[in-house]
């Protein structure tokens, strides 16, 4: 019998039909990964496709009350692929788990649709609590590789996540967050960034401030007669 908690994960999202969303899943790997040059290259060699088919299956017996075997699919992916997700977890269409080591998704995750995972990712629990205590990402969010998600939180639709940042609240919509804990340094538009796959390029609020305090430093020294450290 399913606890309640696993029955309040599934409700955000439409159920769609399972092979629709798995053939959904499939092509995104030919959109959204450089790399991906044949049918039969995929099928046999992405772990993070081999996991979100496994995945799809085992929610799928979750959902008809099939007891113990969807554990026992989603251990058999763990050994597999490196990927845990557990079967209650509810993800959307359109999912990409890039290189995929190391990511773990939790009981009372919610994962909206063109959502793009890199490796080393956890959407996970802070603690015992019961409910809803993993997190909830929109639609259209980017989550960098190493990056850890904690707790019942909301991330928005159109949110990059940088680098190995430890994200421990609620993100408003097309944001980017980068640090530990996670602060959010840009508020942009209606950038869909799965397009662009970029968790690199983001920008570095400390560098920026350094590089502000010094134009103000040059400045002043100019004013002073002082030379520059930088000069002959």
Not at 28 to 53: K, M, N
Not at 171 to 186: E, F, K, L
């Amino acid at each position: 019998m399913r606890s309640a908690s696993s029955q309040q994960c599934h409700r955000p999202l439409p159920r769609l039909s399972m092979f629709r969303t798995i053939r959904q899943d499939f092509q995104t790997v030919f959109q959204r990964d450089p790399a991906a040059v044949s049918t039969l290259e995929v099928l046999l060699t992405y772990s993070g496709l081999h996991a979100i088919l496994m995945h799809r299956v085992a929610h799928w017996l979750l959902n008809h009350r099939v007891p113990l075997l969807p554990r026992i699919l989603s251990h058999i992916g763990r050994m597999v692929t490196g990927i845990e997700i557990h079967p209650a977890a509810a993800i959307g269409s359109n999912f990409f788990i890039d290189h995929g080591a190391g990511v773990v998704i939790g009981e009372t995750t919610v994962i909206g649709n063109n959502v793009t995972l890199f490796q080393g990712v956890t959407l996970g629990g802070t603690g015992k609590e019961r409910g809803k205590r993993h997190p909830t990402l929109g639609s259209h969010v980017v989550v960098g590789a190493g990056a850890k998600i904690l707790g019942g939180m909301t991330i928005g639709d159109n949110v990059t996540i940088g680098a190995n940042s430890v994200v421990l609240k609620s993100v408003p919509p097309h944001s980017t967050v980068i640090g530990v804990p996670a602060r959010i340094i840009r508020v942009k538009g209606e950038r869909l960034p799965e397009v662009a796959m970029d968790h690199i390029n983001i920008p570095d609020p400390v560098t920026e401030r350094f590089e502000v305090l010094e134009a103000e430093l040059r400045a002043l020294r100019s004013k002073l007669g002082i030379p520059d450290h930088h000069e002959p």
